[in-house]
């Protein structure tokens, strides 16, 4: 009973260890006593380890259990996860695999993230807000262009569609590239249908390797960046192109994609980049289920676990998070009580028929 040989271990500044197994990957966040407990097994005895830190063999066995459940030790392998009703209205589909791509391809990349760039990026960021500004009359009269002709409007709605796609696909290259050049294990770029409405996703989860928090935050916020960029290029485009030509029209298009795509995206109450860029900002793994987790100990008036620094952005997310799922629930069901009552009769119709 051992490691495998490809385990190895990350001492993280706030004084706890992850454990971390780059073939799926998976990691595991241990204190420094179970970090000795493990380097024992197979040396010593389980009692003799229980003896020696003051623990039980119960503790021990679910030190085991989550070993064996993160394929950490030799002849395991993570479970494979089970299927639940949830998973109808959100499931992912893997496409490929391009952790080996990206590094055939991240040297020649490298650029993207130094000072000098960072620098020019902002100073860019900061001239197209400026235009975006000044020149909002040409955007408003850009837009009445797309859906002012109910004629065009369908056919610029499929654009929209195909803007949408390019954009997430490039805000996915983002985090994955991202990653890699912090020395991360990207597994994994997929299809992900949220209430069958399809998007992609990135398996980022190697970044929780990453022991400095500025990194995880570049991880995380790269595809809001790229989408911000994109937005960035297709504004200048706009207003570079000949008023009411079909170059003016599709970088609208593709600026509309990318600005929308970035207000859902930074929502901290969905499971999107907004929500783990506040954990990853904060440091709080596991936000949304510790913040509620805080008010059921202050319910069972049991002292919390939580540190003091930490308590306050508990206490502020989690009924702000209870709050926007009843309204999101409340609306969905709006639609499909209208949905019924709109078509109820013609059903009923038709099975008079």
């Not at 589909?93 to 020649?108: A, H, Q, S, V, Y």
């Amino acid at each position: 009973m051992q490691l495998k040989s490809e385990v190895h271990w990350i001492q993280h500044p706030d004084g706890y260890w992850i454990l971390r197994n780059p073939e799926y990957p998976t990691f595991l966040q241990v204190d420094n006593i179970d970090k000795n407990v493990i380097y024992l097994l197979g040396k010593r005895p389980i009692p003799a380890i229980a003896n020696k830190y003051d623990l039980t063999i119960q503790d021990i066995q679910q030190l085991l259990q989550k070993l064996a459940a993160t394929g950490m030790l030799s002849g395991t392998e993570p479970p494979p996860k089970n299927f639940s009703l949830a998973q109808i209205l959100f499931f992912k589909i893997p496409l490929f695999k391009p952790d080996e791509w990206l590094t055939e391809n991240i040297e020649k990349l490298r650029w993207i993230w130094t000072r000098a760039f960072g620098f020019f990026l902002c100073f860019f960021l900061g001239q197209t807000v400026f235009l975006w500004l000044a020149y909002a009359t040409d955007i408003v009269s850009a837009h009445q262009q797309v859906w002012g002709d109910f004629t065009t409007a369908p056919t610029n709605l499929l654009k929209l569609g195909f803007a949408t796609m390019l954009v997430i696909f490039l805000h996915e290259l983002g985090h994955a590239f991202t990653l890699k050049h912090f020395g991360g294990v990207v597994p994994e770029i997929g299809l992900l249908f949220m209430c069958f409405m399809p998007g992609m996703y990135t398996n980022t989860s190697d970044q929780y390797s990453l022991v400095k928090r500025k990194q995880r935050v570049l991880v995380v916020a790269a595809g809001v960046i790229v989408q911000i960029v994109i937005w960035a290029l297709a504004l200048w485009l706009l207003l570079a192109s000949p008023p009411q030509s079909l170059m003016q029209q599709n970088s609208y298009l593709l600026m509309s994609a990318a600005l929308v795509t970035v207000v859902l995206n930074l929502n901290p109450l969905n499971a999107f980049d907004g929500y783990y860029l506040l954990v990853a900002m904060t440091g709080i793994n596991n936000l949304r289920r510790r913040s509620l987790e805080f008010y059921f100990d202050l319910l069972r008036r049991q002292p919390s676990p939580e540190k003091t620094s930490d308590q306050a952005i508990l206490a502020i997310y989690a009924p702000l998070s209870i709050i926007y799922t009843v309204l999101v629930l409340g609306y969905m069901l709006w639609l499909v009580s209208n949905w019924i009552w709109e078509f109820l009769p013609a059903i009923s119709s038709f099975s008079y028929f």
